[in-house]
Structures are given as structure tokens and as C-alpha cells.
């Protein structure tokens, strides 16, 4: 009885501790369940490669990367302004710019347009001034131009190889100590460009660095955990080395490559920032927790100064409503950390 109410029902089940699923003489295991139930379109739409372990996995261990020796910027500022360049098929600019004003700064994003060849110029002279105007710089993510031509962030890497932008981004980095940002496809842009990990706009060279195709060859959606193993960045000053966050992957192109040499480099100068972990936090090389098989698991790297940060998993999607259901810390306080970065 509930009040004055009667209630009829009828008892189908009940919770128990055993992790199986049981009716009459039939037994379930949960690993049985999840597996026909994930199993079922492998065919179609395969999650793993069938290969083992994807990438170069060779000597895969965790290093923590602490120094003292972080960038200190000489140009204060009581109040930062963030410059978003927003390109067609751009989708992430209303969160990262929502992410840098909940931390305090103000944020400009300006449209490329490029229907005309009028259009261009005054879109090059427009992001000539925001950026001349700007203490940070931030390459979104999304799928600029379609991912095309031959590629994800090709023309965004082309724009900014202009020589006016190229040289507003040089004095944005040597004359006013700026930082730079860019999260997936704006990650893919930094390394097109060469500003991660060489700290400047450089040709790409046969053996530099680059984002690759997932090894399942094609895109993938899920939530991913990262380990900050670097403290050198400041955009990572408000993380905890060591510390494991979870934030949603979305691409196609994310599979950090790169020779050995390179690898032996970005590691020794502590510009891995971020690597892939499982649900305990090692590193790993598991296609699940590793989705797009990038070489020695790394998700970000930084440039030799750790002002320029580059990184696959979008930070920015966060908020009261977002992933309610995801266990594990979310915030890395990496726009935090880019806004006290400037601080008076």
C-alpha cells in the first residue's frame, strides 16, 4: 500500500552481486552480453583492427617528465583576448569559446570567408588584426574544409602559412610571449604548420611528425582517458602530473606518427604532454582505450618551450549537463592555465 493506493505487480527479477545474467537454466555472463552486444556490426563498423596492438608500441612505459624550468611570461595582462579563427566546417568554436570565458578571458571568433577571391583578402587582413591584437591564439576543432584537399587541416594549414599571418603568429610568439591551442582538427593544423612540435611555421619534411589515419580507418566516437605526463606546458599548470582526465575523441585523423629519433626527442625534452591509458592508467597500447593506435600512445605534445599545445581529446566539451554518466576527473584546466598564464 502507498496511501491509500494499491498497487499491483508482479516480481520479474532482482539485482544480485554475481555479474550474470540468469532465466530458468540459462546463464549469461556480463562479458557475453557486452560481447554480442558490440560484436554484432564488427563487420560493418570494426572498432579494433583484428592486428593486436596498433602503432609502435616498442618500450611503451610511463615517464613523468618535472621540471621547474616553465615559461614565464614577461607580458602581463589583467585580462587575456583569445583570437578563434572559425573556418567552414568548423564545429567547435561555441565550446572552446565558452571554455576560455568561464575562465576569465575575452574571446573573438571571426568567419573565414572564402566564396570570392575578394572575400580572402579581407578575411586575411581581418584575422591579421585579431591576431595583432590577441595574447592567444586557438585552432578548434571540427573538419575544416571538409577535411579537403587530400586531408584533414590542409587548407587551415594553408592560410596560415600567408606570409602576413605567418609573421602576425611570430610576433604573437617572440615579441609578446603568446601561447597557442589547438585541439583536433586544430591539433592537425598545429603539426601541418610545424608549430608543435618545432615552435614555429616550418614545411613539413619527410620524417616530421604528422597525424595519420585511425588504424580502424575510419572515424571514431568515445570517450578517452589521458595521462598528463609533462608538467613543462604552461596550458598545463592547473593539471596534476600523473593525473588521468576522460574527455570525448572525434576523428578520423588522429594516430600520432613519427621515427624513432623524433619519439626519443619529444620525450627527453618533456614535450609529450599526454598519453592514452586504460581504466587504470597505464599507458597502453589497446586499440580500446588507444582508438586511434598513435605511436607510444601519445595524445599531445607541446613545442620545445611547452607554449604551443597541440592535443587529440576535446577538453573543451564540459559543462553542468556534459558526460553526467562518465566516471574519473573531466577538467584539466587547461584554459584556466592559459588565462593565469598572463596574469598581473
Known sequence: MVGSLSISYRVIGEVTDRGVLEYGNAVITMDE??????????????????????????????????????????????????????????????????????????????????????????????????????????????????????????????????????????????????????????????????????????????????????????????????????????????AELGGVYCNPASHGEGRFVAGGQWLHRLFANGQVATQYVDHQGNITMDEYWNPNGSYMAIEGITSPDGRILGKMAHSERRGESVALNIYGEQDMKIFESGVKYFEL
Open 33 to 238: 552480453a557486452l560481447a554480442a552486444w558490440s560484436g554484432t556490426l564488427e563487420n560493418v563498423f570494426p572498432t579494433v583492427t583484428g592486428k593486436g596492438a596498433a602503432g609502435d608500441g616498442a618500450g611503451v612505459e610511463e615517464k613523468l617528465y618535472s621540471t621547474e624550468a616553465v615559461y614565464v611570461c614577461d607580458h602581463k595582462i589583467g585580462r587575456p583576448t583569445v583570437f578563434i579563427p572559425v573556418f567552414p566546417g568548423t564545429n567547435c568554436e561555441y565550446d572552446s569559446a565558452r571554455a576560455f570565458e568561464r575562465a576569465g578571458a575575452k574571446v573573438v571568433t571571426k568567419v573565414f570567408k572564402n566564396l570570392s577571391a575578394e572575400d580572402i583578402r579581407q578575411s586575411v587582413e581581418e584575422y591579421r588584426k585579431a591576431i595583432a591584437k590577441a595574447q592567444i591564439v586557438m585552432f578548434p576543432g571540427g573538419f575544416s574544409a571538409g577535411d579537403e584537399p587530400e586531408g584533414s587541416a590542409k587548407f587551415f594549414a594553408t592560410v596560415f602559412r600567408n606570409a602576413v599571418m605567418k609573421e602576425e603568429i611570430e610576433a604573437l610568439l617572440n615579441e609578446r610571449d603568446g601561447l597557442m591551442l589547438g585541439i583536433c582538427n586544430g591539433f592537425q593544423a598545429l603539426i601541418k604548420l610545424g608549430l608543435v612540435p618545432e615552435g614555429r611555421i616550418v614545411d613539413q619534411k619527410a620524417d616530421s611528425p604528422t597525424l595519420a589515419m585511425n588504424t580502424i580507418g575510419r572515424h571514431v566516437s568515445k570517450m578517452v582517458y589521458t595521462k598528463v605526463v609533462s608538467n613543462k606546458s604552461p596550458w598545463l599548470a592547473g
